[in-house]
T-cell receptor, first 115, second 114 residues
Framework: AQTVTQSQPEMSVQEAETVTLSCTYD???????LFWYKQPPSRQMILVIR??????QNATENRFSVNFQKAAKSFSLKISDSQLGDAAMYFC????????????FGTGTRLTIIP | DAGVIQSPRHEVTEMGQEVTLRCKPI?????LFWYRQTMMRGLELLIY????????DSGMPEDRFSAKMPNASFSTLKIQPSEPRDSAVYFC????????????FGSGTRLTVV
């Protein structure tokens, strides 16, 4: 069974600084997707960034980028120039490309931005 | 598009009562998912549907929980009888097959059973 592990329950960063959130996963599949979701206090789940496993190039969305290490099964999220609005729970998630459409989530990292 | 619409946003009920949570997926999405979020267990998949047919209900905790999708635009999650340990946020999400966009989530229903 696929599992997703986020080993940092909480992280904090100074405003305008850079922070990296860690995620590892376990799978026997070779074709899959990885996602980072943000959940602010409003509790809405917002897709931040996604990565296709067959792509070696790391995904980037404005201030958000990932470090995807397929062999190590690692998928970290880097937030540059942190802003107060980045404060939220961040969830790493995995889904196999074919077959089961189930999205498996990690336990989340609560990110605090220090003004 | 209005996104995935869930109702009610908050529900407080007494133990033993029946609770029904509702979801309207995005038009054209053929997958619908019900998740439960708690502090202890995080986000758990309860059940998902494809073209209105339940595909995987292995996450449904027990017989007190049931879910239906009578048509492509509506799904319900029912708990009968409800118990305090059912208190959680319940999310509905929808997607199309293989979507790189992942899922689109509703805003969730916070259920409190007293």
């Amino acid at each position: 069974a696929q599992t997703v592990t986020q080993s940092q329950p909480e992280m904090s960063v100074q405003e305008a600084e850079t922070v990296t959130l860690s995620c590892t996963y376990d799978t026997s599949e070779s074709d899959y997707y990885l996602f980072w979701y943000k959940q602010p206090p409003s509790r809405q789940m917002i897709l931040v960034i996604r990565q296709e496993a067959y792509k070696q190039q790391n995904a980037t969305e404005n201030r958000f980028s990932v470090n995807f290490q397929k062999a190590a099964k690692s998928f970290s999220l880097k937030i540059s120039d942190s802003q107060l609005g980045d404060a939220a729970m961040y969830f790493c998630a995995y889904r196999v490309n074919f077959g089961n459409e189930k999205l498996t989530f990690g336990t989340g990292t609560r990110l605090t931005i220090i003004p | 598009d209005a996104g995935v619409i869930q109702s009610p946003r908050h529900e407080v009920t007494e133990m033993g009562q029946e609770v029904t949570l509702r979801c309207k997926p995005i038009s054209g999405h053929d997958y619908l998912f019900w998740y439960r979020q708690t502090m202890m267990r995080g986000l758990e998949l309860l059940i998902y549907f494809n073209n209105n047919v339940p595909i995987d209900d292995s996450g449904m905790p027990e017989d007190r929980f049931s879910a239906k999708m009578p048509n492509a635009s509506f799904s319900t999650l029912k708990i009968q009888p409800s118990e305090p340990r059912d208190s959680a946020v319940y999310f509905c999400a929808s997607s199309i097959k293989g979507a790189l966009s992942g899922y689109t989530f509703g805003s969730g229903t916070r259920l409190t059973v007293v």
